[in-house]
């Protein structure tokens, strides 16, 4: 199983960046996928989530509104499109993948996801 985060790079405050997850080794459309973020000296948060068929969408506080997750299960790939993006986004952004339905606050429990992938940087400057 292989978890391809991308799209990640230097962009200004206000700008907007999409994200990448490209997903191999397992069927895609069985698995709910989660976005998740690491600034320096702070704990992974969740940041997004996403349910196997796409109906159910789940969003961190601070980026309801900015970002929008989406997928695209014949191609494989999961989406973040990151909008107004603020210096506070600034990360190393991570999905993950599991098939586990999540309930609640529960999309954002990084240890509730079975697969990782190696993590995009996103710096926003001021």
């Known amino acids: 199983v292989q978890l391809q985060a991308s799209g990640g790079g230097l962009v200004q405050a206000g700008g907007s960046l999409r994200l990448s997850c490209a997903v191999s080794?397992?069927?895609?459309?069985?698995?709910?996928v989660g976005w998740f973020r690491q600034a320096p000296g702070k704990e992974r948060e969740g940041v997004s989530c996403i349910s196997s068929s796409g109906g159910n969408t789940y969003y961190a506080s601070s980026v309801k509104g900015r970002f929008t997750v989406s997928r695209d299960n014949a191609e494989n790939t999961v989406y973040l499109q990151m909008t107004s993006v603020k210096p506070e986004d600034t990360a190393v952004y991570y999905c993950?993948?599991?098939?586990?339905?999540?309930?609640?606050?529960?999309w954002g429990v990084g240890s509730l996801y079975d697969y990782w992938g190696q993590g995009t940087l996103v710096t926003v400057s001021s």
């Open positions: 080794g397992i069927t895609l459309e069985y698995y709910h």
């Open positions: 993950a993948a599991d098939r586990r339905i999540k309930y609640g606050s529960t």
